[in-house]
């Protein structure tokens, strides 16, 4: 089973969301990432939030379409999506997806971000139209081939990372010792059909990105 979950930012940064369909995917809808579900002609199985981004009608509508629509009082502990995502990683999915994450206000990224962060042992990917964003932590780590993502990007979430290496890639790494703060592994590409990072202590962030218009 995969779990994919929308959120509500701006569509011009979404991907295709049918593209990411399929008989085993379970979709979940954040505020008005809900609507913006149905509107790509995908039923939620659930949705989240405090709706606070659509108009009252809007929200009876979801109600008479949908049979879990879970609304949240707008004071909370929580944003929508770690609302959503909490429940999401109870499901013990094979992975996680979420989009419209990205895009609009930054305090909602970085936010999302910081949900990565939370759940940095689950595989968990933050997609838009430009971006595959995941976290790791130490271990060796295959990185496929992709067109589409040419760069890849690896920016430590912690203070250190220490014994980075990065085999298959334009720009090589051995033993490396990166700092948080760094731009040493920023916009770094594959060579061959696959490669492998490593890293013996830390957390890392990759970003498998394209330039605007290639995807």
């Not at 108009?55 to 379409?65: F, V």
């Not at 990372?161 to 010792?177: A, D, R």
């Amino acid at each position: 089973m995969f779990i994919h979950i929308v959120g509500g930012g701006p569509n011009e940064h979404l991907p295709s969301l049918s593209s990411y369909d399929g008989e085993h995917v379970q979709w979940i809808g954040v505020d008005r990432g809900t609507k913006t579900l149905l509107e790509a002609g995908i039923r939620p199985i659930k949705a989240f939030g405090d709706f606070d981004s659509l108009t009252t009608e809007e929200i009876l509508s979801l109600q008479k379409m949908l049979n879990d629509l879970d609304i949240w009082p707008a004071e909370k502990d929580k944003t929508d999506m770690e609302i959503a995502l909490d429940w999401a990683v109870r499901q013990k999915a094979e992975k996680i997806r979420i989009f419209g994450a990205t895009g609009g206000r930054l305090d909602h990224l970085f936010g999302n971000v910081q949900l990565l962060i939370k759940y940095a042992e689950k595989p968990i990917e933050m997609i838009d139209k430009q971006n595959i964003v995941t976290i790791h932590l130490p271990g060796t780590h295959t990185v496929s081939y992709d067109q589409r993502y040419r760069y890849v990007s690896y920016i430590p979430i912690s203070d250190d990372i220490k014994g980075m290496m990065l085999e298959g890639f334009k720009y090589p790494l051995t033993n490396c010792h990166i700092f948080r703060g760094s731009t040493l592994c920023i916009s770094n590409e594959l060579i061959q059909a696959s490669g492998t990072f490593s890293f013996s202590e830390g957390i890392l962030m990759m970003i498998r990105s394209s330039d605007a218009g290639t995807i």
